[in-house]
């Protein structure tokens, strides 16, 4: 063996090492994302939130490993989807550190659309819109664009470029295969599934609903920070002299994105906020993302500006059309994703570029990237979303919502939240009949979590008849009556008997909990107070 023979097999290795290190840097990243969306998701559904990151990375690099890697970086079949190397098996060491680096990029867009929808998707709905995303709308999108970076000997040397790469379409890193993709998939979602409850008014106000825990949120960034050395450094596929150049203009852009957005929400709110702290460097991270080989460090922290300044008034975009994204991913990796797209031809060096097109042409075949990518994501997940939901119901009842997906799905709980539910939804049954038959089945269901023991009969509505009264009328410890039309105690009796029959009551949405011994006299009159000035809205 010579020299030159042994120096190109350590070279190889060394790639295949730093190629692997980017990978696991990269799964870091999952973690990051499970602490960012935790922490600025409700106390009562952040043990749901971490459980999606987790459940998604499976589904999403399984999918991938099946079906999605063929359809992404298999042989072309016209330039819009792969043919083979479904199943992936190799014994060539650099593609399988390729693999896996790839598998690391799906599960980041996939965790991408948790946060958008979180408090009020069901996990296994989640869990079909990441199989969605792995096996048919993220491999199909990063064809296009990346279809020859295959490492694989024999698909290499076949014709296998995707139709956005002969044109010169240039994403180094993934701005848009990989941010924009899984921002406009969660966008598709956030439409057909809707906002949650209460958060936008009647009267056009936006109600601010805060985190569970602002520091695991910032962790998180910190975490994804980090990890995006990975993210951007492995994209190169080989530990040269670009690296270096690569991660500077990572680290700055973020630098950048954070001072900007930082800038950007104490000149709105005149005070230092969390939300633009937390996102600022996560916009200037993805906005760098596309052209971090190819552009110097002034360039860089301009990227990393603007981009965190389109993240920051992004929100505002979005409450205006009333789309409600938990943890502002849609801005950050949507919106600034497709800003770092255009900003490959307005900042990129066209020497390292290597499209021979002009800086007029080259944003030209940029916005088409941008334009073809977003219209196969979007609609091809609306399409999906609204299917799955049509068939199979993604969002959670109302009443699962307020009691929080922590125990509506998970039987868990947080310090407190078993008492915050005991003390603000108390045990209550709802008779289910053909009027209310959903929303009771969906209380009562959630109530089982919390192994509720006492019985009040509440109606919504609806009129009491003996057909689906008497069976569950000996149940009841105690009953309450309620005036349709005004928050009044009709009657108050222990043990109630069918004597109620025909009466209307009515409550709302509130809720009491009733002793299960019997009140005296003093007692009742004491309850019946209370729950007056509950119906009321008095504390």
């Excluded at 600022?280 to 990227?303: D, E, F, K, R, Y």
């Amino acid at each position: 063996m010579t020299i030159i023979e042994l120096q190109k097999i350590m070279e190889q290795q060394i790639d295949t090492l730093w190629v692997l290190i980017s990978a696991i840097l990269v799964f870091i990243m999952q973690a990051g994302f499970m602490c960012l969306e935790a922490g600025l998701s409700r106390k009562k559904n952040n043990i749901n939130v971490a459980l999606k990151n987790i459940a998604d990375f499976g589904v999403s690099v399984s999918v991938f490993w099946a079906v999605g890697f063929g359809i992404m970086f298999g042989s072309s079949f016209g330039g819009i989807f792969g043919t083979d190397s479904f199943f992936f098996v190799s014994e060539n060491a650099l593609n399988q550190s390729f693999f896996v680096f790839q598998a690391m990029f799906v599960a980041t867009a996939a965790s991408i659309i948790s946060g958008v929808v979180a408090e009020r998707l069901k996990f296994f709905g989640y869990l079909y819109i990441t199989f969605f995303t792995a096996l048919l709308i993220y491999p199909v999108a990063g064809h296009w664009a990346w279809a020859d970076l295959n490492r694989d000997p024999a698909i290499a040397l076949t014709n296998s470029m995707g139709w956005l790469g002969k044109i010169g379409f240039v994403d180094f890193a993934g701005s848009t295969i990989v941010h924009s993709v899984g921002g406009w998939i969660a966008l598709s979602a956030a439409i057909v599934i809707g906002p949650r409850f209460g958060r936008f008014k009647k009267d056009n106000t936006v109600q601010k609903f805060n985190g569970s825990n602002l520091p695991l949120a910032a962790l998180g960034t910190l975490i994804l920070w980090f990890g995006w050395f990975g993210f951007n450094g492995g994209s190169n596929g080989a530990l040269d002299d670009t690296v270096p150049l690569i991660l500077v203009n990572t680290f700055l852009s973020a630098a950048a994105g954070l001072i900007a957005s930082l800038t950007f929400g104490y000149l709105i709110l005149k005070k230092v906020e969390s939300h633009y702290i937390i996102n600022g460097p996560l916009a200037g991270l993805v906005a760098i993302t596309a052209s971090c080989h190819a552009v110097n460090q002034l360039s860089a922290i301009a990227i990393g500006i603007i981009g965190g300044i389109i993240a920051s008034y992004g929100n505002s975009i979005l409450e205006k059309f009333k789309i409600d994204d938990v943890v502002g991913a849609i801005p950050v990796h949507l919106f600034a994703g497709i800003w770092g797209t255009l900003a490959v031809a307005l900042f990129g060096n066209a020497d390292l570029l290597g499209t021979d097109l002009s800086m007029g042409n080259q944003l030209k075949v940029q916005i088409i990237g941008i334009l073809s990518i977003g219209a196969y994501s979007f609609g091809g997940s609306y399409i999906l979303v609204f299917l799955i939901n049509f068939f199979i119901p993604l969002r959670v009842t109302r009443v699962q919502e307020e009691l929080g997906l922590n125990i509506v799905e998970h039987n868990a709980s947080t310090d407190n939240s078993v008492e915050f539910v005991k003390s603000n939804f108390p045990a209550v049954r709802i008779i289910i009949n053909p009027t209310n038959g959903g929303y009771a089945k969906g209380y009562n269901d959630a109530l089982k979590q919390i192994n509720s023991e006492y019985f009040v009969l509440i109606n919504s509505d609806i009129e009491v008849t003996e057909d689906w009264l008497s069976p569950i009328i000996n149940l009841m410890d105690s009953k309450i009556t309620i005036a349709a039309c005004q928050p009044k105690i009709l009657d108050y009796k222990n043990k109630a008997k069918f004597e109620y029959a025909g009466k209307r009551t009515r409550i709302g949405k509130y809720f009491m909990r009733i002793p299960p011994s019997k009140l005296t006299e003093e007692e009742a009159e004491q309850l019946c107070s209370r729950i007056n000035l509950v119906a009321q809205g008095k504390p």
